[in-house]
């Protein structure tokens, strides 16, 4: 079993729909990132999360370290939206481990 | 500021080669993290460096090895390359390891014949 895991694998939304990505982790941490990857492009963090919750823009990430639990969400999606995010979990002590990643399209 | 440099961006390799990576990070930041990325795995950690020491190595082989120099600037080795080394390999840069916002170069894909 991946200490991390993510849902969904992959997720399809109509223009302005609000999309929620999960992920659960096993260990400890000291950060947890999401990331996002867009098709042949490199990768942007887009949050670091060590407790609480963080906006920018669109797009909230939270976190519950009691629950080790972490939310992408995404307000009023848009196509350009579509990549695959990644959630990354740094433990406290040890080697970083990452998500299968949730393929994200929306269509207009 | 310049972000985070990755050379060669591209290179094609045989099998038993040997390749050197290079990665040049943010000015300022002294820790970088090397990952790899294949469509079968996903992404993987190889190695994290601070200030010029190995902080913590992934589950590679010892065909992968890296180094961080005083500028901060960080070099990883593949050697006696297989056909399964095959990906893109990413560095990250950040201020402080573990809990540093993360900045990634754009990768260099190495493919091996």
């Known amino acids: 079993k991946n200490e991390v895991e993510q849902s969904p694998q992959n997720l399809t939304a109509q223009e302005g729909e609000f999309i929620t990505i999960n992920c659960s982790y096993s260990v400890g941490i000291s950060a947890l990132h999401w990331l996002q990857q867009h098709p042949g492009g490199g990768i942007v963090s887009l949050f670091m999360l060590s407790s609480g919750k963080k906006k920018h823009g669109r797009l909230i990430a939270t976190i519950n370290i009691q629950e080790k639990h972490s939310s992408l969400h995404i307000t009023a999606s848009h196509p350009r939206d579509s990549a695959v995010y990644i959630c990354a979990v740094y433990p406290n002590a040890g080697k970083s481990t990452f998500g299968d990643g949730t393929t994200l399209t929306v269509k207009p | 500021k310049a972000g985070v440099t990755q050379t060669p961006r591209y290179l094609i390799k045989t099998r038993g080669q040997q390749v050197t990576l290079s990665c040049s990070p943010i000015s300022g930041h002294r820790s970088v993290s090397w990952y790899q990325q294949t469509p079968g795995q996903g992404l993987q950690f190889l190695f994290e460096?601070?200030?010029?020491?190995?902080?913590n190595k992934g589950n590679f082989p010892g065909r992968f090895s890296g180094r961080q120099f005083s500028n901060s600037r960080s070099e990883m080795n593949v050697s006696t390359l297989e056909l399964g080394d095959s990906a893109l390999y990413l560095c990250?840069?950040?201020?402080?390891?573990?809990?540093?916002?993360?900045?990634f170069g754009e990768g260099s894909r190495l493919t091996v014949l």
């Open positions: 990250a840069s950040s201020a402080l390891p573990l809990v540093g916002e993360l900045f």
């Open positions: 460096y601070f200030s010029e020491t190995q902080r």
